[in-house]
C-alpha cells in the first residue's frame, strides 16, 4: 500500500525525468549548423537594435507616438486607410471633370484633408528650418 506521499514525490520524480529527457531530446536536436545560425541571427538582431536605439529621429517619433493625441490620429488614420480602400473598389472610376472636381472640393471631408495636409506641411517646413538654423 503506497502512501499519499510516495504518489507525491513519485509524480514530482517522473516529472523531473520528462524534463531530463527533454533536455535531452533538445540538446540532440542543436546541430552545429543550428547553433551558428541561432548565433548569427542573434548578433544580427542585436546590432540591428544597436543601430535603432542610436538613432535620434526614431526615439523622438516614437516618443510622440507614445502620447495619446497620436496614438488617437494613428488609429484614425488606420480606419480612414482600410474604408477608403473598401469604398475606392466599390465605387465606378470617377469621370472626371470640373463638375465632378466641385462636388469633391464641396465635401467637408475634402476640406478637413486638405486642412490636415496644409498644417503638416506647416508645421513640418518649420522643424526643418529650426534644426538647419541650428545646424542640426
Do not use: W
Not at 10 to 23: K, P, S, T
Not at 38 to 44: L, R
Not at 58 to 85: C, G, P, Y
Not at 112 to 130: A, H, N, Q
Amino acid at each position: 500500500m503506497t502512501t499519499q506521499t510516495e504518489t507525491s514525490v513519485n509524480d514530482d520524480l517522473q516529472g523531473l525525468i520528462e524534463i531530463a529527457q527533454l533536455a535531452t531530446a533538445a540538446r540532440d536536436a542543436m546541430s552545429d549548423e543550428i547553433v551558428s545560425r541561432m548565433a548569427g541571427t542573434m548578433s544580427e538582431g542585436l546590432i540591428l537594435l544597436d543601430r535603432l536605439t542610436r538613432n535620434e529621429g526614431l526615439m523622438k517619433l516614437l516618443q510622440v507616438l507614445d502620447r495619446q493625441d497620436s496614438q488617437n490620429l494613428l488609429i484614425a488614420f488606420s480606419e480612414a486607410i482600410h474604408t477608403t480602400s473598401q469604398e475606392i473598389a466599390a465605387a465606378p472610376p470617377a469621370k472626371g471633370g470640373v463638375g465632378c472636381l466641385m462636388r469633391v472640393v464641396r465635401d467637408p471631408g475634402t476640406l478637413e484633408g486638405i486642412r490636415f495636409l496644409t498644417m503638416l506641411g506647416k508645421y513640418m517646413s518649420k522643424g526643418l528650418r529650426e534644426q538647419h538654423r541650428h545646424g542640426d
